[in-house]
């Protein structure tokens, strides 16, 4: 089939091969990098959620702080990381919400935690009232109840369900992210060399079908030449243009060989008449002509004796 194809089309068939596998490695090279910056993207959210899981807990210990300060003190000072943490805690709880809203498993958990820390809050809240209004034995007392250790247990069960998943998490994606970037340095450390070996591969073949062949008719065509038509080229069955060039060398190289016979022999015969004619001029008896030509002729000839016969006029009456 490739001795079908003209040359153009053979060039434009390596070029096309070098590019579609370059489009093949750059597909697979994109493919690989997006994957790792997807997985990138999935453990930074990970760590995201981890942190707003640590930031929740570490708000309410500050409001425990702060209510525990006021109940041993009176100080309403004391009361302060209470109230801050009070403000924003419904923030981070639709924060942590919001952001795990791709995890069903973690969405259940937020809506278990979500009432347990408002019911922590109205506790501590009730603690704190008992405390301003009754002082601190009623306050104590309420303490006593356990119901705000309860709560606290229950809400550090499920923040720690929702580190153990989002751990899991992280490692999977961790996990993810190396083999895409694994695969993606492979794809350039392995597609360097690879299109290397494909672009000289296609080098060669380009060379061994054209350059080679086309060398070859010109070395011919340089010791014709020089003279020599005995040269010629191998009979070749290719279709494209190297084919066509060799057999018309071929044919040329021939058409030269009987034309250069036929001048030789054109020549050979005028230059022997010539020298014949000269050799006869003024030569009057026939057996001295007829001795000159056979002495030339037969060894031109490559005869070995030679022959005249001399007619005589025969003279016949009719009656």
Known sequence: ????????SKIGSGFTLSIVILSAIGFFSYGSTKELIGSSRKEKHTYEVLSKIAELSSQLTKAE?????????????YLEPYLASNKVLDQTITELQEITRDNPK?????????????Q????????????????LAAAREAILTNKGQRLMLEI????????KEEQRLLELRTNQAQSAANRTLDSIVYSIPLISLILAGIGFWLTRHISIPLQKISQAAETMADGDLSVSLPRS?????IGVLTRTFNQMVENLRVSYQQNAEQNWLKSNLAEFTQTLQGQRH???????????????????QGVFYIMTKLTKNLY
């Open 1 to 8: 089939m490739l001795n079908r194809l003209r040359i153009g």
């Open 65 to 77: 702080t702060g209510q525990r300060g006021y109940i041993i003190t009176g100080e309403q000072s």
């Open 106 to 118: 973690q969405q259940r958990l937020v809506e278990r935690l979500k009432p347990l820390i408002n």
């Open 120 to 135: 922590r809050m109205i506790v501590m809240q009730e603690v704190i009232n008992l405390r301003r209004k009754q002082g």
């Open 156 to 163: 550090a069960d499920l923040g720690e369900q929702m580190k």
């Open 237 to 241: 069955d290719r279709l494209d243009e």
């Open 286 to 304: 026939r057996e001295s002509v007829a001795q000159l030509i056979l002495s030339k002729l037969a060894p031109l000839v490559g005869a070995q």
